[in-house]
């Protein structure tokens, strides 16, 4: 069963330090763990496109318009991440959903802006608290880079912390590269210039 404690513990094994029970304990491994944890967790997800962690919203528009240059707004999901914006085939969103990178549209806070009618339909990455349904290759990334923040604190070894940023270089490459596989490719859109001499 995969958990939080249990992924910190592969870290730390990693690092030839002493496991820990919980994330609350009064050790200088948990703490060391604990401070890291969700923001190693949240930004590993934020920097790629995991399968794992891909959602789907359809958003009604704010009561609230924006004071200047877009006519509507819509607040985006609580577990909201990072915005996946569609694939396009000309100018026409395929049924991947998603906001049209061709028509003008911004994030400002916990909202997205544009003129775009309601609902609009969202293909986002959340954030994902449940370790159970990380891709193993995920988890594996997740251990690499908690064994590479905590290593100063928990080992005090310039030796291990130069290890520790090897390793996670790697998984990160690995981890991207399989999830990429899985992945159909993006048909990206043609220019008006372009189009415009067809």
């Known amino acids: ?10 870290a ?44 789907r919203a359809s958003l009604a528009a704010s009561t609230t318009v924006p004071a200047f240059g877009f006519l509507k707004q819509y607040q ?4 909201f991440i990072r915005l996946i914006p569609s694939r396009v085939l000309g100018t026409t969103v395929t049924t991947e959903g998603g906001i049209d990178p061709n028509i003008d549209w911004q994030i400002e806070g916990r909202f997205i802006l544009t003129n775009d009618s309601s609902p609009l339909k969202i293909v986002y990455l959340k954030k994902v608290t449940d370790e159970e349904t990380f891709d193993d ?8 880079r908690i064994a590479m923040d905590v290593c100063e604190k928990v080992t005090q070894s310039n030796t291990k912390k130069k290890d520790a940023t090897e390793r996670y270089v790697f998984a990160q490459k690995e981890a991207k590269k399989i999830n990429a596989f899985e992945r159909p490719p993006i048909d990206f859109p ?3 210039w372009v189009l415009a001499r067809l």
């Open 1 to 10: 069963m995969t958990t939080d404690v249990g992924i910190c513990n592969l």
């Open 12 to 55: 730390l094994q990693r690092l030839g330090a002493r496991t820990i029970s919980a994330l609350n304990e009064n050790s200088t491994a948990a703490r060391a763990c604990n401070r890291v944890y969700e923001h190693a967790r949240d930004t590993e997800i934020r920097a790629y496109s995991w399968s794992f962690a891909r959602a």
């Open 76 to 79: 985006l999901p609580a577990d």
């Open 137 to 144: 290759l995920f988890s594996e990334l997740l251990v690499s």
């Open 190 to 192: 043609q220019s008006e």
